[in-house]
């Protein structure tokens, strides 16, 4: 079993920066490749970011590339670690619930149905 909680979300203007982090606890959790993804009211839950075991391979949606950044720290214990997603020169359409989700497998993925566990997800907000 692996728990998500995630933090650091918030009011932010437009072009501005937030920093989230996911953090993740549960046997062998490093061995679990971690995504981050989003949901507006009245759109469907899409993907943003994700790292596959250790850091090993990394994906992004077109619309975050370059502005987003997704790492883990892994050193915090065996059974342990933390998630960021760090967001520069955010956008009014960034604004949505962001969830941190866990998938077994390897390498990075994009589909949210691949991913097992999932985070209660936190707000963030970008006004104008």
């Known amino acids: 079993q692996v728990q998500l909680v995630e933090s650091g979300g918030g009011l932010v203007q437009a072009g501005g920066s937030l920093k989230l982090s996911c953090t993740a606890s549960g046997r062998t959790v490093g061995r679990f490749s971690m995504g981050w993804f989003r949901q507006a009211p009245g759109k469907e839950r899409e993907f943003v970011a994700a790292?596959?075991?250790?850091?090993?391979?990394?994906?992004?949606?077109?619309s975050v590339k370059g502005r987003f950044t997704v790492s883990r720290d892994d050193a915090p214990s065996r059974d342990k670690n933390i998630v960021y997603l760090q967001m520069n020169t955010l956008k009014p359409e960034d604004t949505a619930v962001y969830y941190c989700?866990?998938?077994?497998?390897?390498?990075?993925?994009?589909?949210?149905?691949?991913?097992?566990?999932w985070g209660q997800g936190t707000q963030v907000t970008v006004s104008s």
């Open positions: 989700a866990a998938d077994r497998r390897v390498t990075a993925s994009t589909t949210a149905a691949n991913y097992d566990y």
């Open positions: 790292l596959g075991w250790f850091g090993s391979s990394t994906a992004y949606a077109d």
